[in-house]
């Protein structure tokens, strides 16, 4: 896979979780791509229905739901998922650079 400035490596991995957040990166993943960056948009899971909202007029969509809240969790509960679930993540995107 070529990354940034044709050397090889790992994908650029934006996350996003609220309406606002898709809004004001949605450009940013878009201009990456554009380039010929290789970009992965990852959601959250914390407002779907609102992010989609947010993306839909750049014509993006998630590329990996981490899938983070859960019904009557702890506060902290998302914020611990969510360092379990990225580190997966990033994981299966470049298992080398990842170790």
Partial sequence: MSGVLGVNG??????????????????VVTALRRRGIPTVLLSSGQHRELLRDGLEPFGLQPDLDLALMRPQHHRATPAARA?????????????????
């Fill in 10 to 27: 790992p994908p650029v991995a934006v996350c996003t979780g609220t309406r606002p957040e898709a809004v004001k990166l949605a450009p």
């Fill in 83 to 99: 360092v379990e679930a990225l580190d997966g993540a990033l994981a299966d995107l470049a298992p080398r650079a990842w170790r």
